[in-house]
């Protein structure tokens, strides 16, 4: 079983409701969907909790660099990079 992480940003100027339609949208409601997905959770980073480094030059960020993190898990990988297009 593969375990994949994701960290992403919403696009500049754009309101969660069109992130949300966005995602409505694309893939994503089929990969929750699909037999291969065993699990699939998302989650908003809203902390720097620490050092993506273990020794960081210069101060640690204010905000977080990126906005939210997904976890996919996958049964079967080339079933998904089919899915995808990505064969």
């Known amino acids: 079983m593969a375990t994949i992480f994701a960290v992403y940003n919403l696009k500049e100027n754009q309101k969660i409701e069109e992130f949300d339609n966005y995602l409505v949208k694309t ?33 640690l960020p204010a905000e977080p660099p990126y906005l939210y993190v997904a976890k996919i898990e996958v049964s079967d990988l080339d079933a998904m990079l089919s899915f995808l297009g990505t064969d």
Not at 40 to 48: A, G, Q, S, Y
């Open 27 to 59: 893939k994503i409601p089929g990969i929750r969907g699909a037999p291969w997905c065993t699990d699939f959770n998302t989650w908003k980073i809203d902390k720097v909790l620490g050092p993506a480094v273990s020794e960081p030059e210069g101060e």
